[in-house]
């Protein structure tokens, strides 16, 4: 099972984090900072693979990637293959980059629902649901739709609200 997903950057800023099992805020804080500062110490030749057990108990694992500036890292329990981790990664990394034609850290920021639209697309409940690109693609896709499309009709009925108003406020009062 996935126990908590995290994005930070190379600066320790965390630019995503989902934890899947209760977690304080507090510790959670911790958790990232303690992250960044293992996996930032790590050498590129490194394993991507470090032991997690004092956060999340024994046989708690952490699998990460780097990708430019960003960390991506999985704090996984003892089911789940390290392996098969690293390719989620890979997957998520190159949906995302689709999704935001060449997604950078800013995507991230600015645009954290639609992260949130595509980790939920690919982990539910920890774990992992869907890793075809284009079906996740295509699940986006159309929540983006759907976003869209209550936004126009958000403004459409301001819009109308606003006539009205203006209407009712040249009717002669009595």
Not at 23 to 34: G, L, M, N, Y
Not at 36 to 45: G, L
Not at 105 to 124: A, P, R, T
Request: hydrophobic letters at 45%; a negative charge.
């Amino acid at each position: 099972m996935i126990l908590a997903f995290i994005i930070v950057n190379n600066f320790g800023r965390a630019r995503h984090m989902k934890f899947y099992t209760h977690v304080p805020a507090q510790q959670q804080q911790s958790i990232v900072k303690e992250l960044f500062n293992v996996m930032n110490a790590r050498s590129e030749t490194a394993c991507n693979f470090i032991n997690a057990n004092s956060y999340f108990g024994p046989g708690a694992r952490v699998v990460y990637r780097q990708y430019a500036t960003l960390f991506f890292a999985f704090v996984i329990d003892g089911s789940e293959s390290e392996l098969g981790i690293l390719d989620l990664i890979q997957v998520l990394v190159e949906v995302l980059d689709r999704h935001f034609r060449n997604v950078c850290e800013l995507d991230l920021i600015f645009n954290s629902d639609q992260v949130h639209w595509v980790v939920d697309e690919m982990i539910v409940g920890g774990l992992v649901v869907e890793t075809n690109m284009h079906d996740i693609l295509d699940a986006i896709e159309q929540q983006s739709k759907f976003a869209r499309q209550q936004t126009e009709l958000g403004q459409a009925a301001l819009a109308a609200q606003a006539k009205i108003e203006q209407f009712a406020g040249s009717l002669p009062r009595s």
